[in-house]
């Protein structure tokens, strides 16, 4: 079966840690992108990656980093410099930078200890 | 800038009832699309439908239809035949130009969407 798939469905982080959460696509996407949920909100475009070793920041990048070294993997890592990690985080991917449709991930909430 | 609204943050229908879920946008854009996503309480965003600026036709997707009125910026959804699965969060999404000429998705606050027996 084709599809997104995260992990951990559930991530704790104490304080000044880094954690990094995975994103895994099959789907033979071009274009990933992680996204950022806060509660009773809509979701934020954190970074977005076009191509293999390329990546731009989203409207809220401070704090995380990213990485695409292989076009199914689009690795997010949330650094202790993000005051604020508690959300529910959401990758996802498309064919290319058209955007026409976007599939999504199941998603990964992280909490802080 | 652009912008999407949804003003209603939750809405109840009977099963069986059809519904119609708000959206608004607001682009100078000539060339944009629209989405709806559906979002259950396991938390996973499932597409439901996309309507293109330029299509001339409103789409339609099973019992999901996009009610596209491009003078008022308004996208709303319809569901029709209402049942318990239907019972989620929905979001309304607008493709946006990015800087460098890629594109991503802005997303309104969503509707809650509770289906009654």
């Known amino acids: 079966d084709g599809g997104i798939t995260q992990s951990p469905k559930y991530l704790f982080r104490k304080e000044g840690q880094n954690v990094t959460l995975s994103c895994e696509q099959n789907?033979?996407?071009?274009?990933m992108y992680w996204y950022r949920q806060d509660p009773g909100q809509g979701l934020r475009l954190i970074y977005y990656?076009?191509?293999?070793?390329?990546?731009q920041k989203g409207d809220i990048a401070e704090g995380y980093s990213v990485s695409r070294e292989k076009k199914e993997s689009f690795p997010l890592t949330v650094t202790s410099a993000q005051k604020n990690p508690t959300a529910f985080y959401l990758c996802?991917?498309?064919?290319?930078?058209?955007?026409?449709?976007?599939?999504f991930g199941p998603g990964t909430r992280l909490l802080v200890l | 800038a652009q912008k999407i609204t949804q003003t209603q943050p939750g809405m109840f229908v009977q099963e069986k009832e059809a519904v119609t879920l708000d959206c608004t946008y607001d682009?100078?854009?000539?060339?944009?699309?629209l989405f709806w996503y559906k979002q259950p309480s396991s938390g996973e965003m499932i597409f439901l439908i996309y309507?293109?600026?330029?299509?001339?036709q409103n789409a339609t997707e099973g019992r999901y239809s996009l009610n596209f009125q491009k003078a008022r910026k308004s996208a709303n959804l319809v569901i029709s035949a209402s049942q318990l699965g239907d019972s989620a969060m929905y979001f309304c999404?607008?493709?946006?130009?990015?800087?460098?000429?890629?594109?991503?998705?802005?997303f309104g606050a969503g509707t809650r969407l509770a289906v009654h027996p």
């Open positions: 996802a991917s498309s064919p290319g930078t058209s955007v026409e449709t976007q599939y």
């Open positions: 990656s076009q191509i293999v070793n390329d990546f």
């Open positions: 682009t100078s854009d000539p060339s944009y699309g």
């Open positions: 309507q293109g600026s330029y299509d001339q």
């Open positions: 789907l033979n996407h071009d274009a």
């Open positions: 999404a607008m493709r946006d130009q990015f800087s460098g000429g890629y594109n991503k998705l802005i």
